[in-house]
């Protein structure tokens, strides 16, 4: 089956610094990978999103990139913020509809 | 915002009692899902549908069942709850456009507790 398997954490940064959070997939055919963000007491809501190979995605000075080669889809921010303090999912999503979601990583960026 | 409801949010019961959760769609999207997250296993699938009366089982549906008679709405029934269900339960929506799937949009939550 499908899987995904994202950078344990907890993860905290000092404000400015560069954010990494590694993930990589199995899944057969192409799928769609995305990262998602979940402030506390919400549901998840799209950070960015890539749909073939070497697509990059971005959003609010998050990037992504679509690697097929190694399976993977890192996040990365060049320099984080208080505000980006959440929990961090990547996730995969096939031809049929299914998605399938990573542990999630929980950032926290002090001042 | 997608149009996404999730009802109740919040809802004690006891253990062996039937639950039922409802989600509704405005946004006319195929897919819709049913969550669960728990502390250390990040999200679950229980059960999804791709149209009406079309559901399919996920990774954790033991316990569950799920109905779909309208596009809109996507009910989650617990048969006969018990305290390992208890839990936080999302219901997502996504939809096709150009023949890719869009992302998931996931309503705001709702909290189960079995006691």
């Known amino acids: 089956g499908n899987s995904v398997t994202q950078m344990e954490g907890p993860v905290t940064l000092s404000e400015e610094a560069f954010l990494t959070i590694n993930c990589t997939y199995t899944?057969?055919?192409?799928?769609?990978l995305f990262w998602y963000v979940q402030y506390p007491g919400e549901g998840l809501q799209l950070l960015l999103k890539?749909?073939?190979?070497?697509d990059k995605g971005s959003n609010k000075g998050f990037e992504a990139t679509y690697r097929k080669e190694t399976t993977s889809f890192h996040l990365e921010k060049g320099s984080v913020q208080v505000s980006d303090s959440a929990v961090y999912f990547c996730?995969?999503?096939?031809?049929?509809?299914?998605?399938?979601f990573g542990d999630g990583t929980t950032l926290t960026v002090k001042p | 915002d997608a149009g996404i409801t999730q009802s109740p949010r919040h809802k004690v019961t006891e253990t062996g009692t039937p639950v039922t959760l409802r989600c509704h769609q405005t946004?006319?999207?195929?897919?819709m899902y049913w969550y669960r997250q728990d502390p250390g296993h990040g999200l679950r699938l229980i059960h999804y549908?791709?149209?009406?009366?079309?559901?399919d089982k996920g990774e954790v549906s033991d316990g569950y069942s799920v109905s779909r008679s309208k596009t809109e709405d996507f009910l989650l029934t617990l048969e006969s709850a018990t305290s390992s269900q208890t839990s936080v339960y999302f219901c997502?929506?996504?939809?096709?456009?150009?023949?890719?799937?869009?992302?998931?949009?996931f309503g705001q939550g709702t909290r189960l507790t079995v006691v």
């Open positions: 996730a995969l999503m096939t031809n049929a509809g299914k998605s399938t």
């Open positions: 890539a749909t073939k190979a070497d």
């Open positions: 549908s791709y149209g009406v009366k079309d559901t």
């Open positions: 946004e006319n999207h195929r897919y």
């Open positions: 899944a057969t055919g192409y799928p769609s």
């Open positions: 997502a929506i996504s939809g096709l456009y150009q023949g890719t799937n869009t992302e998931a949009f």
